[in-house]
């Protein structure tokens, strides 16, 4: 009996025990639940909407190519975005459901939803397979959501905005969570900006999605397995818009289209800008001006940062280092250098203080949940902090400029907007009104920054009337570049980070960003100047161009590094000047079609091996025609591959074959620059601001080539709205290979143009052509060996002596306002 007893005993604890581990088994599967299977479907004219066991999936039709899928456990209600600005268009669309699966279909797209798993697939209207959900499908882990995707074998992935890393993603995981990273490496992640979009890659097809959710998000590219890649959100609704186009270009365009383009910007803030933590006094800032218009070195911009405020409290001025800010604002203006200044969100808890006392009156600030106010440490001491989610806060925050704009500053650069506090722990628990949607600091840090730079922009462009604000950011979220230009923060004079630099500006570019700089030189440490020399050469060739060094370090001006340092930075500098004319072009084609101008080459050749090969992926488009090869400040020679088209070298006119991979010179006084044949490329003669007007010729350089290629050339005034208003000048000019000529379109707008010549400068043509027809009626034309844009005097590593022979015509365009045919 006893025997019995204890044997029973035994046996009743062995199955307490196996229920127990199958009870907590199952506790461990349900950790990741699925949708589980369809239960009913409703469907309108452009959406349906599915209920499974577990879960709901919304599919909206945007457009023919652009579907938005949200996934959440309860009923998708009415939402809310800061990212997205467009409205779903009406489009042609027919759902169908059979006893295996919902079908909604576009002209573009098709979407299979399976009843059983409730899986998504994207097909094109070729049937082809673009995307499709991997076995696991959609799993929600606690609060987090994730979709689980197929991977391709070749699939690559490019753009996720602000990214670290390769061009390709393939194989790594990042995470979005706005992150104050001073210093920061070559694989540093996360980083100051979060925009979760990115582009997939596979079998000559290609396809953006655009995560839309504030919360930390996370994407796996295949990074410690292979066979999925993944993303996540940690709060909220899977919001994620699928968008398809035979090309990346049709991609960032649509994406652009959802998320705004980037405005045209003042001409003057695409000049070169000087900054440093910090110039003070007054007199130091208009000594280091008046060097540069002494040296002729051109300068449209110079910085103010903290020590322009009094203990660091914004909207104010220091009042021993600052004395009389409107005349140092204005004897800068009368040099032709407008001033921008440093704006951090943290304001000091001081009583008497007018911000403080205005935020406190008003209710602006963040929260904790028991009402009080949040509070951290930053540059002024104990600080709250506007909540750039409240309406409230922002017209506060815009209007708060009305002196500095009225003692003449045009400038706004907002830092520290991450939100960025000593510790850096910014608390979960923290309250964001959310524009009346309610949020935290899970929800929304990651827009904190992208609301500051909003308000700010917002209030300035009211207070400025009808000029153009410039803001400069340092954190943001998809659709910054509606309000910013945006810079990649605190970075250190390496030649990686020279290299990650243009990475970092490709991607960003990739993600609709076309307004984006580096701190030019390096800003966490003192550079070699053979560094600077060689950032200088190439911060020409990137959106925003601005040099910037940290404080108590040496100084970081051109003439800072030696006269051979100087010579080539002056020379560089005036080159960008020279490039306005296309460069100018080149934003107003950014701001119609979302595309970027700095253009990585997974734009243009995207199926193309060899332009991801560590060697290569860091070459990228300047706009449309010139193709830039960064280079280590300490090497003398780099390869460089040329793909899909003949190349010209933009010194010598030395042609290179499309396909070609070249070892090529590159010593400091030359960046390896190429130009794409067929280009059109404007310019002008040198300038030492926007100020000062060029001379009254354009110079027109045409290149050969066998491709047919058309470019707009745009002009208005470069500081305000009219153009908005119609004036503007705007004028196609149209090479045809195949005819032997170039076409000058009418032009159209209001707006007179600057320029009264044209002088077309024709490379690699035939030396011996001489005449040329205008209109059919028979021209002349000069040959020259000299460059028609760099003077004969330049300093002689610039010169470029071995130009082959160039044929030149000028063009007379006083009352030329019609089309135009030259033939030869």
């Known amino acids: 009996m006893q025997i019995r007893h204890i044997f029973l005993k035994i046996s009743n604890t062995l199955v307490f025990l196996i229920l127990f581990l199958v009870a907590n088994s199952q506790t461990v599967n349900t950790g990741n639940i699925p949708i589980g299977k369809f239960q009913s479907l409703k469907a309108g004219l452009q959406e349906l909407e599915i209920k499974g066991e577990n879960g709901y999936i919304k599919v909206n039709v945007y457009s023919a190519n652009i579907i938005r899928i949200r996934i959440s456990e309860k009923v998708p209600a009415d939402d809310f975005s800061y990212a997205v600005i467009a409205l779903q268009t009406t489009t042609k669309t027919n759902i169908e459901e059979d006893v295996n699966s919902v079908k909604l279909t576009t002209d573009s797209l098709k979407v299979i939803i399976t ?419 060689r950032w200088i050469t190439l911060g020409v060739f990137t959106p925003f161009f601005r040099s910037h060094k940290a404080y108590n370090l040496k100084d970081s001006e051109p003439w800072s590094y030696g006269e051979e340092t100087e010579a080539i930075a002056k020379y560089y500098i005036q080159l960008r000047y020279q490039l306005m004319p296309y460069l100018y072009s080149e934003f107003y084609h950014a701001s119609t079609t979302g595309l970027p101008v700095n253009k990585s080459l997974a734009i243009g050749y995207p199926y193309d091996n060899k332009i991801y090969y560590s060697t290569y992926q860091n070459q990228y488009l300047f706009g449309d025609a010139l193709l830039i090869a960064p280079v280590r400040s300490t090497e003398n020679f780099c390869k460089v591959y040329f793909p899909a088209n003949n190349y010209y070298d933009f010194y010598n006119d030395k042609k290179f074959d499309a396909n070609s991979e070249v070892i090529v010179e590159s010593p400091l006084h030359r960046l390896p620059v190429f130009v794409k044949e067929s280009s059109i490329i404007p310019m002008q003669r040198t300038v030492q601001s926007f100020d000062q007007k060029p001379t009254d010729t354009l110079f027109v350089h045409l290149y050969y080539g066998k491709l047919n290629n058309e470019i707009t050339y745009y002009e208005d005034d470069g500081v305000s709205y009219n153009m908005e208003s119609g004036v503007f000048y705007k004028r196609k000019f149209i090479f045809n290979s195949k005819e032997k000529s170039l076409t000058i379109e009418k032009p159209e707008g209001s707006y007179i143009s600057q320029f009264k010549t044209i002088q077309l400068i024709m490379h690699g043509f035939d030396p011996a052509l001489s005449d040329i027809l205008i209109d059919g009626k028979q021209g002349s034309l000069s040959n020259t060996q000299k460059n028609m844009v760099f003077p004969e005097e330049a300093y002689k590593i610039l010169y470029f002596a071995n130009r082959d022979k160039v044929s030149v015509k000028t063009i007379n365009l006083q009352n030329f306002n019609n089309k135009i045919t030259l033939n030869w």
């Open 115 to 533: 009843k059983d798993k409730l899986h998504i697939s994207f097909y094109n209207n070729k049937n082809q397979l673009i995307n499709s959900d991997d076995e696991f499908g959609t799993l929600t882990t606690g609060n987090e959501i994730s979709s689980y995707k197929k991977l391709f074998p070749d699939e690559r992935f490019i753009g996720l905005g602000e990214k670290t890393g390769d061009l390709n993603r393939r194989g790594n995981g990042y995470v979005n969570w706005n992150t104050d990273v001073f210093g920061y490496g070559p694989g540093t992640d996360p980083m100051y900006v979060s925009i979760p979009f990115f582009i997939g890659l596979h079998d000559s097809l290609c396809y953006g999605i655009f995560l839309d959710n504030t919360s930390k998000t996370h994407f796996n590219f295949g990074a410690s397995n292979m066979r999925f890649s993944s993303f996540t959100v940690e709060e909220g609704d899977l919001n994620y818009y699928f968008i398809y186009h035979s090309g990346v270009e049709g991609i960032i365009s649509s994406y652009t289209d959802l998320t705004g383009k980037t405005p045209m910007p003042s001409q003057w803030s695409l000049g070169f800008q000087q900054c440093r933590w910090s110039y003070f006094p007054d007199t130091e800032v208009l000594n280091v001006a008046r060097t540069f218009r002494e040296k002729q070195i051109p300068l449209d911009v110079i910085y103010l940062d903290i020590h322009y405020m009094d203990a660091y409290k914004i909207f104010t001025w220091d009042a021993i280092r600052f004395s009389q800010p409107e005349n140092m604002l204005n004897t800068l203006k009368g040099m032709g250098v407008r001033t921008a200044i440093i704006v951090d969100p943290g304001i000091k808890v001081e009583k008497g203080y007018t911000a403080y006392e205005e935020g406190i009156k008003n209710d602006l600030f963040l929260k904790y949940p028991d009402g009080t106010n949040y509070a951290a440490e930053v540059w002024p001491g104990v600080c709250n902090f506007p909540d750039f989610t409240l309406p409230e806060t922002r017209a506060w925050w815009g209007n708060s400029f009305k002196n500095y704009v009225d003692q003449g500053i045009i400038g706004f650069w907002n830092d520290m907007n991450e939100p960025a506090t000593w510790g850096q722990k910014f608390p979960s628990l923290v309250e964001f009104n959310y524009d009346g949607n309610g949020g935290n600091g899970l929800t929304g840090r990651n827009i904190y920054g992208m609301q500051m730079a909003r308000a700010t922009y917002e209030g300035t462009k009211k207070l400025l009337a009808n000029q153009r604000p410039f803001v400069l950011t340092r954190s943001g979220y998809a659709g910054i570049q509606r309000y910013s230009t945006v810079w990649t923060g605190d970075n250190t004079p390496t030649d990686d980070h020279l290299l990650l630099g243009v990475r970092l500006l490709n991607s960003l570019g990739l993600s609709g960003v076309a307004n984006c700089g580096v701190d030019v030189g390096g800003f966490a440490a003192d550079a070699t100047k053979e560094l600077y020399t």
